[in-house]
């Protein structure tokens, strides 16, 4: 199997930045894996928080425990960071796209000179 396409794989399959890093391309790859995780963690945060405390209402009886009050309640609370945690998508998204297109582009440059002794 080529590089290129086993660099495109781990980028598109495990996590962006990772083909970059097969490849020995240190530096785009760290910062594509350093983004993108933090884009996670910011999104795993607001999830967290939403659920906390959509259950701590739950809970203290500030609010009922059927679903529509539930859906209510998460719908309340994540209007209110929507517009970050749409930018942190985004920002993942460009990250996996950036680090398979990348990483394919420059695993083809390295499997040109493999090539070229066949």
Not at 20 to 28: M, N, T
Not at 68 to 89: D, F, G, H, P, Y
Request: net charge neutral; with cysteine; aromatic share 12%.
């Amino acid at each position: 199997v080529k590089k290129s396409t086993k660099a495109a794989l781990f980028s598109a399959l495990v996590f962006p930045g990772v083909g970059h890093l097969y490849l020995r391309r240190w530096l785009v790859g760290i910062l594509l894996f350093g983004v993108a995780a933090f884009a996670t963690y910011y999104i795993g945060t607001v999830v967290m928080d939403t659920a906390y405390s959509v259950v701590e209402k739950v809970q203290s009886g500030a609010a009922g425990s059927d679903t529509e009050t539930i859906i209510r309640l998460v719908a309340e609370q994540t209007s209110a960071t929507e517009q970050a945690t749409n930018l942190a998508k985004y920002v993942w998204l460009a990250c996996w796209v950036v680090g398979i297109v990348g990483s394919w582009w420059q695993g083809r440059v390295q499997d040109k000179p493999d090539e070229a002794l066949v």
